[in-house]
């Protein structure tokens, strides 16, 4: 009987130990081959290539300080918080202990003055307060919370919002974002091979003022140059070309170094204007709206697109203020909806527009594709379903937003206002004769793989100026409603997919999906599932424990 107690316990000591042997042996395997495993269905924990090879490449330290914190935030940014929590976890693992983050509440500064100067620094970085309004125990409770951080690298840093949009209704979009809005303003801090935009003159395009917002935002990313066509004799060393509203004719010399510069692997953004339509002229009683010439047509036909001599008037539109009465000391002006300027939310499931709020259009006109081989045409933009097409010339007054429109008439579906081109594309002079006075040296009538965006609106890029003050306003602005649409994030994304700034945009990509309970099923199975969760764990302990004591008295018994 002892020998055998004996030989039970050593066996049971050599298990252990060899257990603890093989436990000690698999941590130093996995010390060398490091993974991780992301089990959810859509990957909502799994850091894109792109977001690895940033972090890993770290030359120095990045600090992170997230500002949305406190004990008062209610479940849905606290769902914020987690994930962005998570998202930094993941990023101080991928960058080797680099990255170090720190969460901390505005408002628990020292005294008011401080919080004041704390908060207006925040602002002027670019972080801003959300106003939430709440109703607790009856009562309509109001505070600010700060969804942003700050990132520092090498004594530089920059702000990030980490909430797009209102409150309530973009909680989920902006998860989805977060990998890549902390991971671009890692990126913006810590390149220094920035990429060269050229802005093409010389063609009537967006004056400094009217360009200010877009070009201040591609400041703090690239180096942004002026070009000249006319004082070129070839486009090289930029990595993607702007042409922004033109209104004046291009000349055969200019669409033939356009087109060398995209046959050499050159990215390309055009925002055209297809007719002459003004709002400083819609006042008058018999304006009509007629087509630019800006001799481009053939060139985009080539590439595979062709805008049309229309404009599209969209039920789901923009508003614009008129006089309906009053006097002239008193007049009396409301906002009425202007269908020339369509509100854009209709977008292609796409990095460049996935999760993006509203863009607001102002006379924009349809795009049609044609055959192009070797380029594969994505629609970007759409009009709403409630849209139709006006055939130049076009009547344009304000006069009429006072006519009750008819429904009906609003029936052509969503039509397509901006595309993106990519592939191989055939130059425009393939087999063609150049025009005089180019130079021909290094011509290709082949294109390497690129791409580019033709969206048929020019005020996409164009910010207000203040009347009062003479000051650009943010581009996107409203300065009826004061809302601020997402003009500038659609136009940055395009920039940054064109010039593939690391892939980051892929991490755009990410899918956060939302499981809500059924609230029907749970109404009418709640006994049910109370009894399961409840009474069965109880009911299994007892059966467990009354088999137990029944198995110990007969092992026991036979001795």
Do not use: C
């Amino acid at each position: 009987m002892v020998n055998w107690m004996k030989s039970k316990k050593t066996g049971d000591l050599l298990l252990i130990a060899n257990g603890l042997v093989l436990v000690i042996l698999i941590n130093m395997l996995a010390s060398f081959y490091f993974f991780r495993l992301d089990l959810t269905e859509e990957k909502r924990y799994t850091i894109q290539p792109q977001t690895k090879e940033l972090l890993s490449n770290l030359e120095d330290d990045v600090f992170v300080e997230v500002f949305l914190e406190g004990e008062d935030l209610n479940p849905e940014f606290r769902r914020l918080q987690k994930s962005i929590r998570e998202t930094l976890e993941e990023f101080k693992i991928y960058s080797g202990n680099r990255l170090q983050y720190l969460f901390t509440n505005p408002q628990q500064a020292a005294n008011e003055k401080a919080r004041n100067e704390f908060i207006t620094e925040l602002n002027s970085k670019g972080i801003s307060p959300k106003n939430v309004i709440e109703t607790r125990d009856g009562q309509r409770v109001e505070k600010f919370v700060f969804p942003g951080a700050l990132v520092s690298y090498e004594g530089f840093e920059t702000g990030v919002m980490l909430l797009k949009g209102s409150r309530a209704q973009n909680i989920n979009q902006s998860l989805e974002e977060i990998e890549f809005e902390l991971a671009n303003a890692i990126h913006k801090l810590s390149n220094i091979d920035r990429k060269r935009i050229g802005l093409l003159t010389d063609h009537g395009e967006l004056d400094s003022l009217e360009f200010a917002s877009f070009n201040n935002a591609l400041l703090d990313q690239y180096d942004v140059f002026k070009v000249s066509l006319a004082n070129k004799t070839s486009i090289t060393g930029y990595d993607l070309l702007i042409s922004a509203k033109p209104t004046r004719e291009f000349s055969a010399a200019d669409k033939y170094k356009i087109d060398q510069y995209l046959m050499h692997g050159g990215k390309l953004l055009f925002l055209l204007d297809r007719l002459d339509a003004d709002m400083k002229r819609a006042s008058e009683e018999d304006y009509f709206a007629f087509p630019y010439d800006l001799n481009l047509d053939d060139q985009l036909f080539k590439y595979g697109v062709r805008i049309n001599q229309d404009l599209i008037q969209d039920g789901v539109s923009g508003k614009y203020p008129i006089v309906v009465g009053g006097d002239r000391n008193q007049p009396q002006i409301m906002q009425m909806d202007w269908p020339f300027f369509p509100l854009v939310n209709q977008y292609a499931n796409h990095p460049i527009t996935r999760n993006l709020d509203a863009s607001l259009l102002k006379f924009v006109s349809s795009i049609d594709t044609v055959k192009a081989v070797g380029v594969t045409k994505t629609p970007l933009l759409f009009s709403s379903q409630y849209s139709r097409k006006v055939m130049a010339p076009v009547k344009v007054g304000v006069n009429d937003l006072r006519k009750q429109m008819q429904e009906g008439n609003f029936d052509a579906g969503k039509i397509p206002i901006g595309y993106l081109l990519e592939g191989e594309f055939t130059s425009l002079y393939k087999n063609r004769f150049a025009p005089e006075g180019v130079d021909t040296t290094a011509f290709r009538d082949q294109s390497e793989p690129t791409k580019m965006i033709v969206i048929a609106d020019g005020d996409l890029a164009r910010n207000d100026v203040n009347p009062r003050d003479g000051n650009p306003q943010q581009l996107g602005l409203d300065p009826f409603t004061q809302y601020t649409f997402a003009n500038q994030d659609l136009l940055m994304n395009m920039v940054a997919y064109l010039v593939d700034e690391n892939g980051l945009i892929k991490a755009r990509n990410k899918e956060v999906r939302v499981r809500p309970l059924d609230k029907e099923k749970i109404r009418n199975e709640r006994s049910f599932w109370q009894v399961i969760n409840l009474v069965v764990p109880i009911v299994i302990l007892i059966l467990f424990g009354l088999v137990r004591s029944y198995w110990r008295k007969i092992k026991f018994t036979r001795f």
